[in-house]
Nanobody
Framework: VQLQASGGGLVQPGGSLRLSCAASRFILDGYAIGWFRQAPGKEHEGVSCISSFDGSTQYADSVKGRFTVSRDNAKNVAYLQMNSLKPEDTAMYYC?????WGRGTLVTVSS
């Protein structure tokens, strides 16, 4: 099983990025998917998750109203749309499902 987060980069405060989580040798349909992040010197933080059953979503208070999680089961991909980015959103972002973790993608928010 391989999960790969992508779409990170350098963006100015107030900007947007869309992260993708692609799976290989694993079907995401039927499983909840979580997004996590870890900033330098800080603990791992849960950012968002999306269920498999009804597509319900949850968000950390720190990103609520700015981030949107979604999934496209036909493409076997999950997304994290990040708007109104702040410097404190700077972190390595990871996706996870069923105990599997993908390689992260770095998001840097800086002017």
């Amino acid at each position: 099983v391989q999960l790969q987060a992508s779409g990170g980069g350098l963006v100015q405060p107030g900007g947007s990025l869309r992260l993708s989580c692609a799976a290989s040798r694993f079907i995401l349909d039927g499983y909840a998917i979580g997004w996590f992040r870890q900033a330098p010197g800080k603990e791992h933080e849960g950012v968002s998750c999306i269920s498999s059953f009804d597509g319900s979503t949850q968000y950390a208070d720190s990103v609520k109203g700015r981030f949107t999680v979604s999934r496209d089961n036909a493409k076997n991909v999950a997304y994290l749309q990040m708007n109104s980015l702040k410097p404190e959103d700077t972190a390595m972002y990871y996706c996870s499902t069923e105990g599997y973790w993908g390689r992260g993608t770095l998001v840097t928010v800086s002017s």
